[in-house]
Nanobody, 121 residues
Framework: QVQLVESGGGLVQAGGSLRLSCAAV????????MGWYRQAPGKQRELVAT???????NYADSVKGRFTISRDNAKNTVYLQMNSLKPEDTAVYYC???????????????WGQGTQVTVSS
């Protein structure tokens, strides 16, 4: 059984910062890419940022220069540092990891439960 456990969401004023964390726990053999996605009310889920196991990163244009994704492979954890937050960043943020367990040899996508980020103007 594998779970992605998220933390760090909350309410912040525009211009403020938040740091999200997501730890993959369970019987994990290997983790590939990890990332963050978000979904605002009435909108589709969208990519925020991804990071490969080697540390290569990719960002949505809307967050470039403000958000930084990083990971600690020893802790199976991915982080999202969010600075200069804007009201339009308000959404539920979901962690994603592509990983293999010891039980199965397939690479499978796992998702966190989501954490609410609210930015007030």
């Amino acid at each position: 059984q594998v779970q992605l456990v998220e933390s760090g969401g909350g309410l912040v004023q525009a211009g403020g910062s938040l740091r999200l964390s997501c730890a993959a726990v369970g019987s994990i053999f290997s983790i590939g890419a990890m990332g963050w996605y978000r979904q605002a009310p009435g909108k589709q889920r969208e990519l925020v940022a991804t990071i490969t196991s080697g540390g290569s990163t990719n960002y949505a244009d809307s967050v470039k220069g403000r958000f930084t994704i990083s990971r600690d492979n020893a802790k199976n954890t991915v982080y999202l540092q969010m600075n200069s937050l804007k009201p339009e960043d308000t959404a539920v943020y979901y962690c994603n990891a592509n990983l293999k367990t010891f039980r199965y040899s397939l690479w499978v996508d796992y998702w966190g439960q989501g954490t609410q980020v609210t930015v007030s103007s």
